[in-house]
């Protein structure tokens, strides 16, 4: 991570981390890192999209940059476009799944891949130092809001069987999917029941999609759905709801997905990929399949590069962010979502029968701090953790990391035991509130 971007890009309430010069200059350092490039543009439905987007295009324009604006469309449509179409960045307006007052600025290479830290950190020093590229003549801008349309008929293609009779309620999030999701579904044959589904930037997010899914158990429950999908406003993540109500998120689809590849023969060298935040109880339900687990940090871009690194086909996050390497280059909601719905339909099973593990209690709390930085660098609070963890030890972990968009610091506490996990966590959450207003 550099200075400004942080796991997932560059992300901060608009017109105050996040401005329109900052954006300009993010566009700009592109038509600096290579000469007048093609730079496709995306969005999801927040009020402050058009503000972001012509930052983002004056900025390269400025440079000389081709400038292609593709309107409202998921994040893993603007990485698969930006192949389709041979640009050379696809960038993506949008905060994921933060409220509407938030936004950020995601950035794809020619191959679809979001950039390393390291091409992040050239961004940033362009714009630290003031350094722009005002070039002699000044690129273009144009909109094409109908290459959705390909990014359409891609997730289609990816469903390798009709899904009619199927009952399938989808909480889009007033978000980037909220047109795309639906019209897919239907058109592979499902009874679509749409929630959330019109644009409207000031709700996105919120008390719905993926990071509200008991909205969606109440939806599945009252139409006796056969599955329901939720995603966030940017569509790159996806929380399921089983028939029975049940809520499946990442960690069990990335294990049920793991078991039935292996069936197929399609998960290479029989390894999936999670994070260091990956229940254990998986990890566990894997090896009896004889599937390996590899861990790393929290972030999906990191996920990815170990997939990249041991070519390996699936990976994810307990979050909800699914990679199907040999379908996509990040994660897609809903091309997870088709997976699944694809996988039971070929089982002749119930979602339930394929996508349910317990898993051992999480308690997960968030401490809002100051300074993230410092506190998660001092000194008293690394003997603690070693405290807590020797503990845990055989019997659950204990884990403390800073938020990678937002000014918190996150606390994850797991053991079979629930009422250890909530007596740790919120003892360590006392003792980082108090580290953050030490001076």
Known sequence: MGIFFGTDGLRGKVN????????????????????????LIGCDTRISNTYLTLGVASGAMSGGAKVIDAGVVPTAGIAYLTRTIKADYGVVISASHNSGEYNGIKIFNSEGYKLGDKEEE????CFIHNKTNDFPDIGTYEQDFTLIKDYRDFLMGACARPLTGKTIVLDCAYGAAHRVAPEVFRKLGANVIAANAVYNGLHINEDCGA???ENLVRRVARYRADMGFAFDGDADRLIAVDEKGNVVDGDMIICALAKYLKSKGKLKKDTAV???HTNMAIEDELKKDGISLLRTDIGDKYVLAEMLKKDLSLGGEQSGHIILKDKSTTGDGILTAIEIANMITDKGCKMSELLGVKLYPQTNVNVIVEDKFRVMNSEEL???IIRYNAALEGKGRLMIRASGTEPKIRIMVESRDRELNE?????????????GEEV
């Open 16 to 39: 105050e981390e996040l401005t329109f010069d900052v954006a300009y200059k993010v566009g700009n350092a592109l038509s600096i890192l290579k000469e007048k490039p093609t730079v």
């Open 274 to 276: 999670g994070t260091s």
């Open 122 to 125: 050239r961004i940033e020093r």
């Open 382 to 384: 690394s003997k603690e």
């Open 423 to 435: 007596k740790i966590a919120n003892s360590m959450a006392t003792f980082i509130k108090r580290t």
């Open 211 to 213: 990071l509200h899914p």
